[in-house]
């Protein structure tokens, strides 16, 4: 791994100005089929592609641990009879209120 710490005028101009630089192996499979992505135009380049599958993976990793904090907050201190009623009829009013 590597630091550039200088950028030319031709690269995406939504990095960093320090930014990592990564070396990985892939099976010759999936390298062909990232090429398939970089040619029919939905990624400029091989790092585009790799680099928005990072961040959809890390979006999905932030995204599942919301969720089990959620259920766990829930689960530490759970919701009264009372409270889910109340949230019931508020949804019901809210609802039938709508204009559709």
């Keep these: ?10 690269q ?3 990095l960093p100005d ?3 630089q990564f070396a990985i ?3 010759d499979e999936l ?15 091989r ?7 990072i961040e959809r993976l890390l979006d999905a990793e932030r995204r ?10 829930y689960t530490d201190v ?3 009879d009372a409270e889910v009623a109340a949230a019931t009829e508020s949804a019901v009013r809210s609802i039938e209120e709508e204009p559709w």
Excluded: K, N, W
């Design 1 to 10: 791994m590597t630091r550039s710490a200088s950028r030319s005028a031709s």
């Design 12 to 14: 995406d101009d939504t």
């Design 31 to 45: 390298a062909s089929s990232l090429d398939e992505l970089v040619s029919s135009g939905r990624f400029a380049t």
């Design 18 to 20: 320090v930014s990592e």
């Design 64 to 73: 599942h641990e919301i969720g089990r904090r959620i259920v766990q907050g």
């Design 25 to 27: 192996r892939m099976s």
């Design 47 to 53: 790092a585009e592609a790799v680099r928005a599958a």
């Design 78 to 80: 759970p919701q009264t």
